[in-house]
């Protein structure tokens, strides 16, 4: 999109510039060997939305322009005071209009200039210190970040986990994709902990439990690749939740990495290909991870990995049940409606982070 200022919006060097763009966008989505091609469809979709709000927008600016212009005219020519005081009226209106319209088309037009950021990330959450209850905030965790995306209207793919017997969680992985999800997510990573009653204390005493949360952005294949021969497949019966069809057939995929001795798998799913799929974007995870701890390890140390070692005492953010409180420790800022968060209202937490924290 060119360089532009609020008052230029109008122009049709500007108009005509954008809509030339737009139908361009038209034309190449039309292409059906685009659909073979998934992220350059996403996109010039994504641009396509953008363009089309932009137009939306310039559009409405032109005719409350144009509205403007007719009630100056009408005060200067009419000599029916009331009809003049109308139309005085009316115009104060359009003008409070306008300088709104101006404000969002510039808001838009920084927005899209902005990094953007890893279009996806990998998190991994583990329970931590405190049993079955780490397992299931573990699991409280996980949903409070899936109504999150579901919120930011991002997609969710589960790639491994390991549930407890009373829905608990020991060890998730899953990838989010969408706009900006690494900059709202990238300060979670480290170790959360909550206080509450669980169910099964019968002395209404408030246990202290712990999860771990790793945050990673998702390398382009381009950037990341494995060799095949640095790698073994082994395929077994999927095991957990599923009934008897999980157990008779070898969905499962386990891959090893023989540079690295990295062994991932992955059983979410039915069939073999889509759990090679999902293994394999675990198995770039954890190289990816083992890295960053080899950078960390080779500066001295001045960066901690980021989830510690689960300890109580390394947290980053305390939900305390009782007191309808949560707080995170780097900013030293509390929040309250624990429950609207945990359900997904994570966004004014994720902003204030943004916002005070030095940039990853």
Not at 3 to 15: A, E, G, I, L, V
Not at 298 to 319: D, F, L, V, W
Request: aromatic share 6%.
């Amino acid at each position: 999109m060119p360089d532009t200022d609020s008052q230029s919006f109008t122009k049709p060097d500007y108009y005509e510039s954008a809509k030339a763009e737009y139908d361009k966008l038209i034309g190449q989505l039309g292409d059906p060997e685009l659909i073979s091609n998934w992220e350059k469809f996403e996109e010039l979709s994504k641009k396509k939305a953008y363009l089309e709000k932009l137009l939306e927008k310039a559009q409405e600016l032109h005719e409350v322009e144009q509205a403007i212009k007719e009630n100056l005219s009408i005060i200067s020519t009419e000599e029916e005071p009331e009809l003049t005081s109308l139309a005085q009226a009316e115009a104060e209106q359009l003008k409070i209009r306008k300088s709104c319209l101006a404000k969002e088309l510039d808001e838009m037009i920084g927005n899209e200039k902005k990094p953007k950021g890893p279009k996806a990330v990998v998190i991994e959450v583990r329970a931590g210190t405190g049993g079955e209850e780490a397992a299931l905030f573990a699991a409280d965790l996980f949903r409070m970040y899936s109504r999150f995306a579901q919120n930011m209207e991002w997609t969710q793919k589960i790639l491994d986990s390991n549930q407890t017997e009373i829905g608990g969680i020991k060890e998730i992985i899953f990838e989010l994709r969408g706009n900006e999800v690494w900059n709202y997510l990238k300060y979670e990573a480290g170790v959360h902990r909550i206080q509450r009653i669980p169910l099964t204390e019968k002395s209404g005493r408030i246990h202290t439990s712990t999860a771990t949360v790793a945050v990673l952005p998702k390398p382009d294949a381009a950037e990341f690749k494995i060799k095949n021969e640095d790698i073994k497949v082994d395929f077994f019966c999927s095991s957990g939740p599923g009934g008897q069809y999980v157990n008779k057939r070898e969905s499962a995929v386990r891959l090893t990495h023989k540079p690295t001795g990295l062994v991932v798998s992955s059983q979410t799913e039915r069939n073999q290909l889509s759990n090679r799929e999902n293994a394999m974007a675990i198995l770039v995870y954890r190289i990816q991870e083992l890295k960053r701890k080899e950078e960390e390890e080779k500066y001295g140390g001045e960066r901690k990995t980021q989830i510690g070692g689960a300890k109580r005492s390394e947290k980053i953010r305390t939900y305390n049940i009782p007191q309808d409180r949560i707080t995170d420790h780097r900013i030293k800022k509390s929040w309250y409606n624990i429950d609207d968060v945990m359900n997904g209202a994570l966004k004014p937490i994720s902003e204030e982070l943004m916002e005070t924290l030095p940039d990853e």
